[in-house]
RNA sequence: GGGGGCGUAGCUCAGCUGGUUAGAGCACUCGACUGUCACUCGAGAGGUCGCGGGUUCGAGCCCCGUCGCUCCCGCCA
């Protein structure tokens, strides 16, 4: 007999039915549960336990008039965390003893039996916890993540991140996408992030790397006509971290032949939105859509937060006219004076200004400048060089704050990206309930180092260029265009993805003009890739979603470490099995590595776990 | 690589301007309790104040170094 068809999965041997499912409709039934001592309460005459799996928890109680002595006593004996399998009666609580706030509060387990199948020492954290009871420490939960990972709230997270991976599979594979696999162990690359390298025993002083993202692999599927390849895929980037990154990390990975950009961002589209269904949430069918040129332009970022406006303006023509040294000098060496009006924002304090300005400053900028318009009067810097005509193209209201950056684009675009940012945080312009989608679109193809006029892949090296652009601008690369693409929800990249080059001509030109003209190096670096294309490429293009990122904004998490179930710290250390360790001079000899003495770690105070 | 924050009992924290024997709540152990649901009540046990060095008559507190966690910049698509 089960209550749901999820009960009659979970039923087995050992048991009949699940905690956290038992309803009403139940009553009357005798069940076999196995669970964890989530808490307890012995009242002396009865004891009641809360008992915890997956499903959640049930008041199991123990009285004279239905359990036997010893068992009662063992029940009062049994700590939290141990896990046991009882048998009793599923029984309506009385109206006065039901509890609201647990889904199974209506009713409880009348146990007559009790075997202690897992006693459990006392944890080192509690996994009940007290309503206001502040968390503990990271470093302890995941120094006992076996302990952390029993919360509910973790487990849910795990929960719901299954269920996303189980849509995006079931998405995909409906529109013909096959679920290939690539290599863990492959050739280091070049390009991009530091690679997490392995070294081969079988052969002396060479490498495995650990792929950054399967990324050429894709590309060799389409050149081997799978038409259509997905991968929940493992990905590796020797890089420091942040709350939203982490050295090991999983893209749900697309490539598709024959396709052109649309094809690909309206399956993008499809995939987003069977996910954000899966999670309870809404969608659009299509998302804003906006150049990275423009992006940059108004917002100073290419990947704009849209839930509030806020926009940057270019004030360079405003400037002009002004005898003020500052805003002159700039506009005479060819850059701009771009800022933005905050409503309302004369009513900040000196200091509140000055605190803007810190971050225009961290971000590269020589300063911040400033005009005002309160009780009518203008004042800053700027304000008694203005004329009339100035006056009004500023177009300030009473109690508007302008703030200017005075600086080529590559330095006032993010320095006024951050201003704008904190000043609508500060204005409680960002409505967190909104939903804000947006493909980011025509990336550029290259960017400039702006000392040594070098040229380097914005997206990858492998990224197909604007047709148009190549034809209008055949000489400057720099104003090439990419078929590349975004998907940004409130500020944060979802993804990415692009038309890649499937024209071995175009392929050769792109490797030139990133300096890796030589064939030699090229074959070296991309050899086998290139070696695919030219066989006969189809076109194809793809997209990859950060899909621990997608599980976490959809799970309402805090840190990406919330929707892993064993993450790195910062220092990309797992604390739980302690990895990385040193490793006993013999296994070194066999890979052929010796280590320097010097650069061992004397990380004195390393977790002293299972090394 | 750089900057900020944190590190005191198993957990969360307090600890005054450097001064007697380092405290509280929860958890734990023992005892009492027949309707609790963060049960309640009584008693008890529990400390290398992250680690090392220094200043001082005296350091949880000040200084230097170091380890760990975390947030950010650089880095990373």
Not at 6 to 16: H, I, N, P, V
Not at 192 to 199: F, K, T
Not at 385 to 412: E, H, M
Not at 541 to 549: L, V, Y
Request: net charge negative.
């Amino acid at each position: 007999m089960s209550s749901s068809p999820e009960q009659s999965f979970l039923a087995t041997s050992l048991r009949s039915d699940t905690c956290g499912l038992l309803r009403r409709t139940d009553v009357g039934r005798t069940v076999r549960l196995g669970g964890w001592v989530h808490r307890s309460r012995d009242l002396g005459g009865l004891v009641f336990i809360d008992l915890r799996d997956r499903t959640g928890l049930v008041q199991l109680a123990f009285g004279p008039a239905w359990t036997a002595a010893d068992v009662q006593s063992a029940a009062a004996a049994v700590g939290v965390e141990s896990v046991v399998l009882v048998e009793g009666e599923v029984v309506a609580r009385e109206s006065d003893r039901v509890n609201p706030e647990m889904p199974t509060g209506e009713v409880e387990v009348r146990v007559t039996s009790l075997k202690v199948v897992g006693p459990a020492v006392t944890p080192a954290l509690p996994v009940a916890r007290g309503r206001g009871d502040k968390m503990p420490a990271e470093e302890l939960r995941l120094r006992h993540r076996y302990l952390d990972l029993r919360r509910p709230e973790l487990q849910a997270n795990l929960v719901l991140r299954h269920r996303l991976m189980q849509v995006t599979r079931r998405f995909l594979s409906d529109r013909g996408y096959l679920e290939l696999e690539t290599p863990i162990l492959t050739k280091p690359t070049p390009e991009g992030a530091r690679d997490y390298l392995v070294p081969s025993r079988v052969h002396p002083g060479e490498f495995y790397a650990l792929p950054q993202s399967p990324q050429i692999y894709k590309q060799l599927f389409m050149c081997c006509g799978y038409d259509r390849y997905f991968q929940i895929a493992r990905c590796f980037r020797d890089e420091d971290l942040r709350a939203d990154r982490q050295p090991e990390f999983t893209q749900i990975d697309i490539e598709a032949s024959f396709i052109e950009r649309e094809d690909i961002l309206s399956l993008a589209e499809g995939l987003i939105g069977a996910l954000w269904r899966e999670a309870g949430h809404e969608a659009p069918a299509h998302f804003d859509r906006m150049s990275y040129a423009d992006a940059m332009e108004f917002y100073g970022c290419d990947r704009p937060d849209m839930r509030y406006d806020l926009r940057l303006r270019d004030f360079s023509s405003v400037f002009a006219p002004l005898d003020f040294a500052v805003t002159s000098n700039a506009l005479a060496s060819g850059a701009r004076v771009r800022g933005l009006v905050v409503p309302g924002g004369a009513a900040w304090s000196r200091k509140q200004v000055d605190e803007l300005e810190a971050l225009a400053k961290g971000a590269g900028a020589g300063g911040l400048l400033r005009l005002r318009r309160a009780d009518g009067a203008y004042d800053g810097p700027v304000a008694k060089f203005l004329t009339d005509d100035a006056r009004d193209a500023f177009g300030l209201a009473d109690g508007d704050l302008a703030l200017f950056v005075a600086a080529p684009d590559r330095i006032s675009s993010p320095a006024l990206d951050r201003v704008r940012q904190e000043c609508a945080r500060r204005l409680e312009l960002v409505d967190d309930a909104a939903q804000r989608f947006l493909l980011v679109m025509d990336f550029p193809m290259f960017e400039e180092d702006p000392t040594t006029g070098a040229l380097a892949a914005v997206h990858h090296p492998f990224t197909a260029p604007h047709p148009e652009d190549m034809k209008a601008f055949p000489d400057t690369p720099a104003r090439w265009r990419a078929l590349a693409y975004d998907v940004v929800l409130n500020g944060t990249e979802l993804g990415g993805g692009s038309i890649r080059t499937s024209d071995p001509a175009v392929q050769s030109r792109m490797f030139a003009l990133l300096g890796i003209g030589d064939e030699a190096e090229q074959e070296r670096r991309f050899g086998f890739l290139l070696e695919g294309l030219r066989a006969g490429a189809p076109p194809h293009g793809g997209i990859a979603f950060g899909f621990d990122r997608i599980a976490m904004l959809l799970s309402g998490a805090p840190s990406l470490r919330d929707v892993i179930a064993f993450p790195k710290t910062t220092a990309a250390r797992s604390l739980f099995e302690g990895a990385p360790v040193a490793v006993p001079a013999d296994d070194l000899a066999e890979l052929h590595i010796a280590v320097r003495e010097a650069s061992r770690s004397r990380s004195a105070n390393s977790p002293e776990g299972t090394a």
